[in-house]
Nanobody, 115 residues
Framework: QVQLVESGGGLVQPGGSLRLSCAAS?????????MGWYRQAPGKQRELVAT???????NYANSVKGRFTISRDNAKNTVYLQMNSLKPEDTAVYYC????????WGQGTQVTVSA
């Protein structure tokens, strides 16, 4: 079994920054997993924010390109999402995802961007 625990969410003003972390534990060889961040705003479907492969290749939603950066530290079994220049439309619950044949999800962390 794999457990993913997100942290780092909170309330931030427009233009501010947050860094989300997702720590993986359990029966996981973290380095071989593709990791991703997704988000779900109220009344909307969950959408992809960013992904990073086991080899370090990254992919971003157009809405966050140039503002968000995904990275991973295999020694710490952790994936990060650095979010800069935050906008009110970034407000959502952010979920961590691990994928290698099976897919696992964290419980989510709330990000609210508001003045």
């Amino acid at each position: 079994q794999v457990q993913l625990v997100e942290s780092g969410g909170g309330l931030v003003q427009p233009g501010g920054s947050l860094r989300l972390s997702c720590a993986a534990s359990g029966s996981i060889s973290f380095s071989i997993y593709a990791m991703g961040w997704y988000r779900q705003a109220p009344g909307k479907q969950r959408e992809l924010v960013a992904t990073i492969t086991s080899g370090g290749t990254t992919n971003y939603a157009n809405s966050v390109k140039g503002r968000f950066t995904i990275s991973r530290d295999n020694a710490k079994n952790t994936v990060y999402l650095q979010m800069n220049s935050l906008k009110p439309e970034d407000t959502a619950v952010y979920y961590c995802n691990a994928r290698h044949f099976n897919a696992y999800w964290g419980q989510g962390t709330q990000v609210t961007v508001s003045a």
